[in-house]
Structure formats: structure tokens, C-alpha cells
């Protein structure tokens, strides 16, 4: 760690306090910048120079010019309003920020790879500060990716710090999701209190047994002269027996009992945990969720919230019985003998001290163990998703080697963490056999000189074995706390997660015409890198507008964001008049139908999957809806007809019926926007030119829009539109844009070169 990241990490320590656009000033001001004019507005780290050789270097920004050190050095400066652009590029295992001025193109700083987020912010940022003169600060500190208390690195994929997060606060939450079933909790409390009677009256039973019966006077003297003890010594000895056998039924009904109670609790405490956490997961825009893999999200939905669900059900209450348990003891036997009560308890303080002090080495442990066992569920999540590629490629071997692999890296850390524990464990264990040794002195020389019977004795005894059994269980508490608090940190932090495409404050329930105008819009999937750029179209209701370009221009971007799965990073998208923002996802979704590049059907009946774009409608409307795209031939002809069970995606379809299918479901919704991404592009020709003739007369009075590989298909579309480079290029009817012979032009006649060189191969091979 350089210098500068040295005093990065101690000002975002120190300063808890001030906001991150504070600490950054005074960041700023730690460094030197004489001579740099402006108003200081922020400063961040580079570590490699232009050669690959590591540096310890910082760049300086102020609202008119920035300045570059290296090595406490100033090496470059560069005025904000001579610039023409700053861009930002991926290298491998490195990234760099350049910029272009009258004297060509220089090279601000570089970076390895944990710079990349970093790089691509201050440099769309800069970018910005450029063009507008404003400089977007970040009230979230997200760019550094450290906490802004400790300091410390935050998890990928997570907000929360495992350290610094209110766990007391997350906990009471916890007791809240808990609270409708509070009454089997208090049952469960109350048998424990019964339970833990009758675990204390035990020892005093045995010594009842032992004094009275089994070293007893009269026992001994009868023994002595050779006789059978009397009837009044059998009957007693007998129902003391018959006493400690009720209490170990009585204490095995209890245990059944509230067993029962704790299973009541447990499984509606977990679906309602899973079920919030899964809700959120919903709520969250397709980008948030994409930062997490698809298994860290799938532990958090089942590991972890099991893992809080033993510990609010099962562990809370044992922690409760436990105490009780351990503190009763404590008194028993100082009101007994308070020096054997010292004794016994000497090694105690030393055991939970230990444990007090390992408590964040087995936190850093355990934290390791669960990232592994989430890669682990990430890798078997793919290959069970993928796996008609896996088998198309014949790649099982390939497969395996890498479950084998990520299986084998998480053996090797679980296996070291119990190899730790378990070292360590034993240790503590020894300590409190110490007093065990203690206990047998005392007790024996007690016993020989005459002042403690064999059933004082044999009470203290079991007294101190049910003392050091639960210290034990103590002494693994913080193993257990650990765990649970981590998992609860990691559920609370998707459920805590800000949603970055959220409902505005005034947003309202719309009836939309479908007239879309898009303003000033620019956005981008990774900071640094914009898909689209100023973006600027007005799509009048009721038309078809086609949407060309060429791969990676963003037209499949630009549909989403009309969608509102993303929000834009700049500019604004309106329908009828108003901000989408302004309209509520739900009104806005339910009035538009999408038929997506990546087909996807649920397992399930055809039926439920046409029908699951309008919950409680009616079979004729899915009969209809069917008709229109050109499904229902093929599907009366399946083995159930519409109630055919297909597989998960389904794989049990052609690609060009699931597409059917899906187009189905989208027109299901009737429309007011209807959204078609390459939505005929899994179709055979004649088939196509069937549901363009259904589509040609649906989208009649309906907003369309529409991408197509096959540019034909877009002839009869009002307008087009030719996106390039994340701009609009061209705009135009399918004829005015043949006219000017220009981006469109050229994709068009590419098209028919490859078509007249497929047909003539087709011929070449008929006639061989």
C-alpha cells in the first residue's frame, strides 16, 4: 500500500464523522498541489506507471484543471477546458485513464486490476466535469470499496461491512420476523424451566439414593451381620429409584414437547425470512442483482437464513437455558463450600477470556469458509444450467475438473478451519479438567477425614459434570455466534440493498398512448464505458419504429431502458409527456409486451407459460393469443395439446416454438408498447413471413418497436433507426435510408452479398 492509500485509509478511520465529499477535501489538502488552480474537488490513487513498474501516485482535481504526482513529484498537468476527451480503458490485469488535448493523446495514470472500478468512475466524472463543468461526488464512498468506519475492504458484492454493521440493530430485526410466533417461543421458554427443575433436582436424588440407601448406617450394619436389608429400606430404596426413572421420562416428554414447539416456530420463522429476502431480491434492478452470482444469491436465500433460523430458534433459547443453568449451579455450590466453588470455577475466567480474544480469527475463518462454499454453489448452478451445452460439447470431464476443483478448495478451507478449532478446543477442555482434578482432591480428602458423605460427594459430582458440560457448549458459543451474525450481516445486506431503480415519490398509475420521446440519454453497464450516448428520439404513438445496427451498438440496451430495467446514467425518457420515472413499474410493465432475444419458458404446462403474462385470464384469450403467433398448429399437435409439461427453458421445444411461444405470452398482455428483440430470429423463413402478416395487423393503433437481424423484415416499419457507436446515426424509411447510401445502405447490401453467396452454395451443392 502506497502513501497516498495510507492516508486514504487513516483519514477515512479517523474522520467517522464528515461526509465523503469532506474526507475528500481534506484528502485533498494532505497532498501537494502549489500552483493548481481551482476549486479542490477530489483526489484517488494510481499504483503503476506507464512502463508496468509499481508507483505510489495520486491524481489531483480541482473544477479547472487536474495534476498528476508520482513519487510526491507533480509530473504532468493538464487545464479541464483544453481537454477534448478522457477515456478509460481495460487492459489486461491493468487499466489506464487517457486524455486527448492539442498535443495528442497522453496517458494520466494506470492502475492493476483493483483499480478498474475506481479508474472508470473519476473518468466518466471527468468526462462530465469537461462537457457540463459539474462534477457528479459520490455520497457513498463506492469508488474506494472500503468501509468508511474501519477502513477495511468491503466483500465483493456486498454494502455492509461484516465488522462495522449494527448487528444489535439487525438482531432486534430479527426478533421482529420472529414475533408472529412468539407463543410457541414462550412455550418452548416454559418447558425449559420445567426441564431445567428437573435437571437440578437429579443430583440431589442421587445423593438421596447414595446417603440414604447405599452407604446408609443401617445398610451397612445389616450388611455386616450377613443379613437381607429390611422391607422399609427396599421400599425406600425402590421409589427413589422409581423417582429418578420418572424424572428421566418427565424430562424426555418435556424435551419431545418442546422440540415440537421449536419445529413450529422454526419453519415459520424461515419461510417468512426466505420469503422477505426473496421479495428484495424481486424488488432490485437487474443491474444490482447482477453484481451478486447467481449461487451467492441462492446461499443467502437458503444457507444463510438457516443458518439464522437454528440460531433464533434453536441456539437463542439454549443460550437462555444455559445461562440460567450455569449461573444456578454457581450458587449451589457457593452457598455448599464457596472455597470449592472457587476451585471449580478457577479455570472458567481463562476459558471464555480465550475464546473472547480468537473471537475474530475464527470471524475471519468462517468468513473465507462461507465466500468458498458460495463459489462452489455458483460453479454447480452453471453447469446444471448449461447442461445441454455441457453435453452438445461433450465437456463432462471439463466439468468436473472445475467443480472438482472449487469443491476441493473449499474442502481444503473447511478442513483447515476444523483443524484449527480443533486444536484449539482441546486445549480449553484441558484447562477445564482442571477443575475436574480440583473437585476429586477436594471431594477425596473431604470423604477420608469423616466430613462429607459419598452422596455429598456423588452431587457434587454431577452438579460440576453438568457445570462443565454446558461450559463446553459456552466455550463453542462464539463458533456459533460467529456464524450466525455473519450470515445475518449478509441477508440483511440484500435486504437493506438501495434500490437504483426505484418508484419516484409522486409516481402514479398511468394509462400510456405509447408516445416515446428519449432526451440527452447516456448509459452505461460499467462506469467508464457508455453503450449509449446522448441519445436523442421521438417515437410518435401507435408506430413501428425498427431499430438497426450493428452488434454491440446498443439496441438491445436502448429497449431495456425504455423497459426501465435500467435507469439511465443521464438524460431522461419520456411517455406521453411524462418521466417513466413518474409511472410506476408495475402500471408501466403491464403495459408493455416484450419478446426478448434470450427466450425463456418456465417448466411447466404450455398453457401456464402463454398464460403467465396475465394472471386469471381466460382460456380463449390464450387460445387467441396463440392464433395470432402462430403457435396453436403446433401445439394441438404435442401429446396434452396446451397442458404438455414442458422441460425447464423448454429444452422439450424447437427454438423456433419456444419463440412462438414467447410472442404468444407478450401479445397475451395486449399492449400498448409492444417490444420485439430479435423476435422471429429462431423462425424458418415461411413461418416468419406468417407471424410478420399476424404481427402486421396487431401493431396496428400499438407503439412497436422492433430489432431484427434479418433487415428485410423491417421494410414496412414507419422509420428506422441506425444506432452507431452508441448514437443515433441515421433516421429515415427504409427507402429515403437506401437514398443516402450510408451506414444503413452498407448494412443492407452486406446482407444480400451473403445471401447471394449462401444460395449460390446451396445450388453448387444440389448439382454435386
Not at 452488434?551 to 425518457?573: F, V
Request: proline share 2%; charged share 25%.
Amino acid at each position: 500500500m502506497g502513501r497516498f492509500e495510507r492516508v486514504l485509509k487513516r483519514i477515512l478511520k479517523k474522520e467517522k464523522r464528515k461526509t465523503p465529499a469532506e474526507i475528500r477535501r481534506t484528502l485533498f489538502a494532505s497532498l501537494p498541489h502549489d500552483g493548481l488552480e481551482g476549486t479542490p474537488i477530489t483526489a484517488f490513487a494510481y499504483n503503476v506507471d506507464n512502463d508496468g513498474r509499481r508507483i505510489d501516485g495520486a491524481v489531483l482535481i480541482t473544477d479547472k484543471a487536474l495534476s498528476v504526482y508520482a513519487d510526491k513529484k507533480e509530473i504532468a498537468r493538464y487545464v479541464i477546458g483544453r481537454c477534448e476527451k478522457f477515456e478509460y480503458r481495460a487492459l489486461v490485469g491493468a487499466c489506464e485513464i487517457s486524455v486527448t488535448d492539442e498535443g495528442g493523446e497522453h496517458i494520466i495514470c494506470r492502475g492493476d486490476s483493483s483499480k478498474c472500478e475506481l479508474f472508470a468512475k473519476n473518468t466518466r466524472r471527468l468526462e462530465r466535469l469537461r462537457e457540463t463543468g459539474e462534477y457528479s461526488d459520490d455520497e457513498t464512498l463506492e469508488v474506494y470499496r472500503v468501509c468508511p468506519k474501519c477502513g477495511r475492504k468491503l466483500p465483493r458484492g456486498m454494502q455492509s461491512c461484516l465488522h462495522c454493521a449494527d448487528k444489535r440493530s439487525m438482531f432486534k430485526r430479527l426478533l421482529e420476523i420472529a414475533k408472529p410466533y412468539r407463543w410457541y417461543i414462550f412455550v418452548s421458554a416454559l418447558l425449559f424451566f420445567v426441564s431445567f427443575a428437573l435437571q437440578l433436582l437429579g443430583p440431589y436424588v442421587n445423593k438421596l439414593l447414595v446417603d440414604g440407601y447405599i452407604d446408609s448406617s443401617e445398610a451397612k450394619a445389616q450388611a455386616a451381620a450377613g443379613g437381607a436389608a429390611s422391607g422399609i429400606v427396599m421400599r425406600g430404596f425402590l421409589l427413589t429409584i422409581l423417582l429418578m426413572l420418572g424424572l428421566r421420562v418427565a424430562t424426555y416428554i418435556i424435551t419431545a414437547l418442546r422440540n415440537l414447539s421449536v419445529m413450529q416456530a422454526g419453519t415459520g420463522f424461515i419461510i417468512d425470512l426466505r420469503r422477505k429476502v426473496f421479495e428484495k431480491i424481486q424488488e432490485l434492478s437487474v443491474r444490482t442483482v447482477s453484481k451478486r452470482t447467481s449461487g451467492e444469491l441462492m446461499r443467502r436465500v437458503t444457507g444463510d437464513t438457516s443458518h439464522l433460523e437454528n440460531f433464533i430458534v434453536g441456539q437463542l433459547p439454549n443460550i437462555i437455558e444455559q445461562t440460567v443453568l450455569l449461573v444456578s449451579i454457581t450458587v449451589i455450590l457457593i452457598v455448599y463450600d464457596p472455597r470449592l466453588a472457587l476451585l471449580i470455577l478457577l479455570p472458567m475466567p481463562v476459558c471464555l477470556v480465550g475464546w473472547r480474544l480468537l473471537r475474530r480469527f475464527f470471524h475471519r475463518m468462517y468468513g473465507k469458509q462461507w465466500e468458498a462454499e458460495s463459489r462452489t454453489g455458483t460453479v454447480l448452478y452453471d453447469i446444471f444450467s448449461g447442461i445441454r451445452v455441457v453435453k452438445a460439447y461433450r465437456t463432462e470431464k471439463k466439468e468436473f475438473d472445475r467443480y472438482d476443483k472449487a469443491a476441493y478448495e473449499e474442502k481444503q478451507i473447511a478442513v483447515k478451519n476444523e483443524t484449527v478449532f480443533n486444536m484449539i478446543d482441546p486445549l480449553f477442555g484441558f484447562i477445564l479438567n482442571l477443575g475436574a482434578m480440583f473437585l476429586l482432591y477436594y471431594t477425596g480428602t473431604r470423604i477420608l477425614s469423616g466430613f462429607m458423605s459419598l452422596g455429598d460427594a456423588a452431587m457434587l459430582s454431577s452438579y460440576v459434570s453438568l457445570l462443565y458440560g454446558h461450559i463446553g457448549w459456552v466455550a463453542n458459543l462464539p463458533r456459533i455466534i460467529t456464524r450466525a451474525f455473519t450470515s445475518m450481516v449478509k441477508v440483511f445486506d440484500v435486504i437493506d440493498e438501495k434500490a437504483d431503480v426505484a418508484d419516484a415519490a409522486e409516481a402514479v398509475d398511468a394509462e400510456i398512448r405509447g408516445d416515446i420521446d428519449i432526451e440527452d440519454l447516456t448509459f452505461g453497464y460499467e462506469e467508464g464505458t457508455d453503450v449509449l450516448k446522448k441519445v436523442n428520439l421521438h417515437i410518435p404513438a401507435g408506430k413501428m419504429v425498427g431499430i438497426v445496427g450493428r452488434s454491440g451498438a446498443g439496441k438491445s440496451t436502448l429497449i431495456n431502458l425504455i423497459m426501465r430495467l435500467y435507469d439511465p446514467d443521464s438524460g431522461r425518457i419520456l411517455i406521453d409527456g411524462r418521466d417513466i420515472k413518474n409511472i410506476s413499474q408495475n402500471s408501466l410493465r403491464s403495459q408493455i409486451g416484450a419478446v426478448l432475444q434470450e427466450t425463456f419458458l418456465f417448466k411447466g404446462t404450455v398453457y401456464d407459460n402463454i398464460a403467465y403474462a396475465l394472471p386469471g385470464c381466460s382460456r380463449d384469450l390464450v387460445l387467441s393469443a396463440a392464433k395470432a403467433a402462430g403457435a396453436h398448429d403446433f401445439i394441438i399437435k404435442l401429446p396434452d395439446g396446451y397442458d404438455t409439461v414442458i422441460g425447464e427453458n423448454g429444452h422439450t421445444l424447437s427454438g423456433g416454438e419456444r419463440q412462438r411461444v414467447s410472442i404468444a405470452r407478450a401479445l397475451l398482455r395486449d399492449p400498448r408498447i409492444l417490444i420485439l428483440d430479435e423476435a422471429t430470429a429462431s423462425l424458418d423463413t415461411e413461418t416468419e413471413k406468417n407471424i410478420q402478416d399476424t404481427l402486421a395487423k396487431l401493431i396496428r393503433d400499438r407503439t412497436t418497436i422492433a430489432i431484427a437481424h434479418r433487415l428485410s423484415t423491417l421494410r414496412n416499419a414507419d422509420f428506422l433507426v441506425v444506432l452507431d457507436k452508441g448514437t443515433v446515426a441515421e433516421v429515415g424509411t427504409h427507402e429515403q435510408l437506401m437514398r443516402n447510401k450510408g451506414i444503413y445502405y452498407g448494412l443492407v447490401m452486406a446482407q444480400r452479398q451473403m445471401s447471394s453467396r449462401s444460395g449460390r452454395q446451396n445450388e453448387g451443392g444440389s448439382a454435386r
